[in-house]
């Protein structure tokens, strides 16, 4: 069989796809990656996938580059013949399913990973944008032949707005992490530390985190609160470099790529965010290293916990309730061992790698050849 994925960027087939394309690839199938040149396109080819270029406008809203995007993505698949189409991300989903009918691709297949920060604010502009999202999405989603989500939230919310038919809908736990990297490790030091990774947006809950911080430095003058993530640089919702430098609770280490040996030396995982997450990653990774986790009872969030199993959820925006659910691990060193240790078990049932690749198979028809 031939199979193509296609995406808007080469890193995000590279690190959430790559995977399931080798395992393709194993079985003897074709697999081609659909999308623009950048920085690792020319590494696909290391593990047999061929890079198919296209042109396409990120944050274009212009209806004639749209058009012309949807005639790259033809012209890029027509002459491979695909069996399946494989897409990703809200562009790619909508171009993509588009083109791929007119290229007459036999199935296709969309992955929806969260409905994105338009969910959140109700201003003028994400009304807009939010309509016009589900206008295109109900559409192609009659087009394509199934959705994929990483939540069980996403598509309730769109088969209640009757925009996509519950007979497609394949629900999974995220796209996979390595349990066999992301897990727990000896510890250097006695610090108990308490870490966010993200990025520093205002969704993702940094400021509750700061507040949070701020709070318990006071009565635990031994623990250590750390931020890793840098500002989304034309993101309406980002905080400032200078903004975080200037956080006296907080260490701020800003973009890091060590993030596993972070995570090994801390001993509280925290995500406060409000963001409309489709199964937030960095959560898997900490579960899987086997640590605790304080988040929000929201969309893709509360997937990562079992509330008082693994972690806590607290409601978002609630600054004392993420200081409690965070105080109540810094004080009981028991229980953040036994909350570490199931989150681990989840980690290795519900968010690994080849879980989640034989979730891609099943969709395709095909088993994993042992």
């Known amino acids: 069989m031939t199979f193509g994925f296609l995406s808007h960027l080469d890193y995000n087939i590279w690190l959430f796809r790559l995977p399931v394309m080798q395992e393709l690839v194993r079985q003897g199938h074709t697999v081609y990656a659909i999308c623009p040149a950048g920085e690792i396109s020319n590494s696909f080819c290391e593990h047999g996938i061929t890079h198919i270029p296209y042109k396409i406008e990120r944050s274009s809203l212009n209806p004639f580059k749209e058009l012309n995007a949807i005639r790259h993505i033809y012209?890029?698949?027509?002459?491979?013949?695909?069996?399946?189409?494989?897409?990703?991300?809200?562009?790619?989903?909508?171009?993509?399913?588009?083109?791929?009918?007119?290229?007459?691709?036999?199935?296709?297949?969309?992955?929806?990973?969260?409905?994105?920060?338009?969910?959140?604010?109700?201003?003028l502009k994400s009304r807009i944008v939010r309509n016009l999202i589900e206008l295109l999405y109900r559409q192609t989603f009659k087009l394509a032949d199934t959705v994929m989500f990483v939540n069980h939230d996403d598509p309730d919310y769109l088969i209640s707005k009757k925009i996509v038919s519950p007979a497609k809908v394949f629900i999974m736990k995220g796209v996979g992490i390595d349990t066999n990297k992301w897990r727990p490790l000896s510890?250097?030091?006695?610090?108990?530390?308490?870490?966010?990774?993200?990025?520093?947006?205002?969704?993702?809950?940094?400021?509750?985190?700061?507040?949070?911080?701020?709070?318990?430095?006071?009565?635990?003058?031994?623990?250590?609160?750390?931020?890793?993530?840098?500002p989304d640089e034309g993101n309406r919702f980002s905080v400032t470099e200078t903004f975080m430098k200037e956080q006296?609770?907080?260490?701020?280490?800003?973009?890091?790529?060590?993030?596993?040996?972070?995570?090994?030396?801390?001993?509280?995982?925290?995500?406060?965010?409000?963001?409309?997450?489709?199964?937030?990653?960095?959560?898997?990774?900490?579960?899987?290293?086997?640590?605790?986790?304080?988040?929000?009872?929201?969309?893709?969030?509360?997937?990562?916990?079992?509330?008082?199993?693994?972690?806590?959820?607290?409601?978002?925006?609630?600054?004392?309730?993420?200081?409690?659910?965070?105080?109540?691990?810094i004080s009981n060193p028991d229980l953040r061992s036994q909350m570490g240790q199931a989150g681990r078990e989840k980690a290795l049932k519900e968010f690994d790698i080849a879980t989640i690749v034989d979730k891609h198979l099943e969709v395709y028809g095909l088993q994993r050849v042992r």
């Open 248 to 329: 006296t609770a907080i260490h701020y280490l800003g973009h890091q790529t060590n993030i596993c040996h972070i995570l090994a030396q801390s001993d509280i995982f925290v995500l406060p965010s409000y963001y409309r997450e489709g199964l937030p990653r960095t959560s898997m990774e900490a579960a899987s290293m086997g640590l605790p986790i304080v988040t929000t009872d929201v969309v893709g969030c509360r997937e990562t916990v079992d509330d008082g199993v693994n972690g806590f959820l607290v409601p978002p925006h609630n600054i004392n309730a993420l200081a409690n659910a965070i105080e109540k691990l």
């Open 187 to 230: 510890k250097e030091d006695k610090w108990i530390r308490v870490t966010m990774v993200a990025r520093a947006l205002k969704h993702k809950g940094v400021l509750e985190f700061i507040e949070a911080a701020t709070i318990l430095t006071k009565k635990y003058p031994e623990v250590s609160f750390q931020y890793v993530g840098s």
């Open 75 to 123: 012209t890029a698949i027509t002459p491979l013949k695909l069996d399946i189409l494989h897409t990703f991300t809200a562009k790619p989903n909508i171009y993509g399913t588009i083109a791929g009918r007119f290229a007459r691709v036999p199935r296709i297949i969309n992955l929806v990973e969260g409905l994105g920060s338009f969910y959140l604010e109700n201003d």
